[in-house]
T-cell receptor, first 107, second 118 residues
Framework: RKEVEQDPGPFNVPEGATVAFNCTYS??????FFWYRQDCRKEPKLLMS???SGNEDGRFTAQLNRASQYISLLIRDSKLSDSATYLC????????FGPGTRLSVLP | DTGVSQNPRHKITKRGQNVTFRCDPI?????LYWYRQTLGQGPEFLTY????????KSRLLSDRFSAERPKGSFSTLEIQRTEQGDSAMYLC????????????????FGPGTRLTVL
């Protein structure tokens, strides 16, 4: 079993839709969590950190449930420019990336 | 451009050849990481440096792989006797030292070197 697992995707949604990504992690020693965004043939870029209290950045909301070892990312009012692969990342001794979930926002 | 740079951007080699990749981190970033990414997967951690010291190596990093950061600035990743399974994108990332109370800081990735082993 992989240390960080994500919805397999791809997700194809219309513009304006709300989309939720799920992620689970198996290493209870992981301390911190992040969501990265990776455009096709580009490098990953940090989207946001994830806190137990939940955090919001504009249309993006991230949640962490340590008891369930579960992380989520919600994108509201999705835009064409949100099309990318979303990577869930845990940090313990080093950064562990999930396989990513690809999102395509359609006009 | 003051971001992380990697060279070459693409490398095609024949099985059995040695290849070397270079990463130039953002200046003043003392941490430097190497990752490998294959199609449909997230980046897999290979190794990381704090200044010139290599502090951790993944079990993925076989004895054919070696990384150096001799002066604590740029780093090289060498793969000896390449195999077709080594074909992947090799990503480098760098970060500032961790802030007080933390053990990490935000990583910034370079564009990667795409290796194809024929």
């Amino acid at each position: 079993r992989k240390e960080v697992e994500q919805d397999p995707g791809p997700f194809n949604v219309p513009e304006g839709a709300t989309v939720a990504f799920n992620c689970t992690y198996s290493n209870s020693a992981s301390q911190s969590f992040f969501w990265y965004r990776q455009d096709c043939r580009k490098e990953p870029k940090l989207l946001m950190s994830v806190y137990s209290s939940g955090n919001e950045d504009g249309r993006f909301t991230a949640q962490l449930n340590r008891a369930s070892q579960y992380i989520s990312l919600l994108i509201r009012d999705s835009k064409l420019s949100d099309s990318a692969t979303y990577l869930c990342v845990g940090y313990g001794q080093n950064f562990v990336f999930g396989p990513g979930t690809r999102l395509s926002v359609l006009p | 451009d003051t971001g992380v740079s990697q060279n070459p951007r693409h490398k095609i080699t024949k099985r059995g050849q040695n290849v070397t990749f270079r990463c130039d981190p953002i200046s003043e970033h003392n941490r430097l990481y190497w990752y490998r990414q294959t199609l449909g997967q997230g980046p897999e951690f290979l190794t990381y440096f704090q200044n010139e010291a290599q502090l951790e190596k993944s079990r993925l990093l076989s004895d054919r792989f070696s990384a150096e950061r001799p002066k604590g600035s740029f780093s090289t990743l060498e793969i000896q006797r390449t195999e077709q399974g080594d074909s992947a994108m090799y990503l480098c990332a760098s970060s500032f030292p961790p802030r007080t109370g933390r053990t990490y800081n935000e990583q910034f990735f370079g564009p990667g070197t795409r290796l194809t082993v024929l």
